[in-house]
C-alpha cells in the first residue's frame, strides 16, 4: 500500500520561511496532479497549491507571491516553500497526488497524514 510522507512543519515566527515536503512511501508507476491543503481549527480543508505532471501551477488567493509550489517527477515528491508566513497561515497541511502505483493499478487519489504549521505573532 502506498503512502504519501509528509515532513517540514514545525513552530515558525511570523515573517519566517518553512520548506514542506511529501514523497511516496516506495517506488510508483506513475503521478499525475499533486498539490497541498490545509485545514485550521474549525475551518474547512481547503486547497493551497496544486501542481501538475507537466509542472503548471495553481495557487489559493491568499499565499500567491508568498508560497511555491515544486515537484521532482524522478522522486515522486512534492514540495511547498512557503516564505513570509502569518498566523493565519496556521493549520495542518495535507499533501495529495493521483497516483497509479502501479501500471496494473488504477489511478487513486491519496492523502498524506498532515503535518502540523504553527505561526506565532
Known amino acids: 500500500q502506498v503512502q504519501l510522507v509528509e515532513s517540514g512543519g514545525g513552530l515558525v515566527q511570523a515573517g519566517g520561511s518553512l520548506r514542506l515536503s511529501c514523497a511516496a512511501s516506495r517506488s510508483i508507476y506513475s503521478a499525475n496532479n499533486m498539490g497541498w491543503y490545509r485545514q485550521a481549527p474549525g475551518k474547512q480543508r481547503e486547497l493551497v497549491a496544486t501542481?501538475?505532471?507537466?509542472?503548471?501551477?495553481n495557487y489559493a488567493d491568499s499565499v500567491k507571491g508568498r508560497f511555491t509550489i515544486s515537484r521532482d517527477n524522478a522522486k515522486n515528491t512534492v514540495y511547498l516553500q512557503m516564505n513570509s508566513l502569518k498566523p493565519e497561515d496556521t493549520a495542518v497541511y495535507y499533501c495529495?497526488?493521483?497516483?497509479?502505483?502501479?501500471?496494473?493499478?488504477?489511478?487513486?487519489?491519496?492523502w498524506g497524514q498532515g503535518t502540523q504549521v504553527t505561526v506565532s505573532s
Open positions: 495529495n497526488a493521483a497516483l497509479k502505483p502501479t501500471i496494473v493499478d488504477r489511478w487513486g487519489d491519496y
Open positions: 501542481i501538475t505532471s507537466s509542472y503548471s501551477t
